[in-house]
Structures are given as structure tokens and as C-alpha cells.
């Protein structure tokens, strides 16, 4: 609460544009501190996901099953973990799940693994657009962009077929060290 802060803690202006360098050296400060806390969020909001759906598993089961089957295919860390979070917008903005997912990684994935975990919603699309009389070629306006085929892949092995509660899933636990690694990293700028 406002009440609570310590008012010398506060910055100095009222309008961005008359702040000082110590203004912003306290800003630059409280983002970090809130940065260092980004990693247990994600892992909250994961769990939140632990909850019911429609499909025969939990959308975190799906997330986690999602994972499994990329490590499980000797995929690269990063891309482990970019398949346990690719739904994690879900949480946020359920409207558009991949474009949150993707702002959340994109400081700290590759262009290849943010471009696959942003349009992987429409990559889906192709498995059950049709029953709504929509195009399930949608995903074919990205047909000529490098990461296409990566997208297919992504969605074909590991996405669309993660759903399945007999498949032997790895757990929460197993992943967060990987959850953890990913958000150490030093963030690419993104201004």
C-alpha cells in the first residue's frame, strides 16, 4: 500500500518527464527487486493451472506433459523449459495465451524458441479450427519465416499430443531447477 512505503523511498515527481537520475535510480532498484521475484510467481502460476478443464488432465499436467516429451526427445534446456511455460499466459490472458507467453520469455529465450511459443496458438489452431468452419491453415501466412517448420514440430510432437493422463509425466519439481536457470539469466534488453 502507498500508506505503508517509506515517503524518502518515493520518487520526486508527479510526471515521468521531471524525474532525476536518483528518481530513476530507485525505479531501477524496485524492478530488480521485482525481477528477483519472477522465477516463485511463474512457479505460482503454474501450480494455479493445477485446477479443472475440460480436457482429461489439468493444464498444468499438459504443461508438464508438454515438457516431458521435448526432454524426452533431447531437447535443448531452454526448450524444455519454453514447453512447461508455452501455456503459462493461460494465467494472465487466456484470450491470447501465446502472445503473454512469449512476452514473458522473450528476455530470456533465443528469437527461434520466443517465435515458436508466440504463434504456437495458431500452429494449434490447424488440429481443431475446421470444427468451427474456420481455417485450420491459418498457420500457412508463416509459411516463408525460418521457424515454421521448428513451430510444426513443436505443436505436432510434443503440444497437441499432451493430453494424454496415461503418459508417465515428469513433475513440478523435477523442472524448476530448469524454471529457475531460465530467469537467471541475464535479460537481453528489450527497449
Not at 531452454?78 to 502472445?99: K, Q
Request: glycine share 4%.
Amino acid at each position: 500500500m502507498v500508506s505503508e512505503i517509506n515517503r524518502s523511498r518515493v520518487v520526486s515527481f508527479t510526471a515521468m518527464d521531471r524525474g532525476a537520475r536518483e528518481d530513476y535510480d530507485l525505479v531501477a532498484a524496485h524492478d530488480a527487486m521485482n525481477a528477483a521475484r519472477l522465477t516463485d510467481r511463474v512457479l505460482t502460476w503454474l501450480r494455479s493451472m493445477d485446477d479443472d478443464s475440460p480436457y482429461p488432465i489439468s493444464r498444468l499436467e499438459h504443461a508438464l506433459q508438454t515438457a516431458t516429451r521435448a526432454e524426452r526427445d533431447g531437447a535443448d534446456d531452454e526448450t524444455i523449459a519454453c514447453a512447461l511455460l508455452h501455456d503459462i499466459g493461460d494465467v494472465v490472458s487466456p484470450r491470447n495465451h501465446s502472445e503473454a507467453a512469449a512476452a514473458l520469455l522473450a528476455p530470456y529465450v533465443s528469437e527461434k524458441n520466443h517465435w515458436i511459443v508466440k504463434h504456437h496458438g495458431v500452429f494449434q489452431g490447424y488440429y481443431w479450427l475446421h470444427h468451427y468452419g474456420e481455417d485450420r491453415n491459418a498457420r500457412d501466412r508463416y509459411r516463408d519465416h525460418e521457424h515454421y517448420e521448428a513451430c510444426v514440430e513443436f505443436c505436432a510432437r510434443w503440444d497437441q499430443v499432451s493430453f494424454d493422463p496415461a503418459y508417465k509425466t515428469h513433475s513440478l519439481q523435477h523442472y524448476e531447477p530448469l524454471v529457475r536457470d531460465l530467469f537467471a539469466r541475464p535479460p537481453r534488453r528489450m527497449l
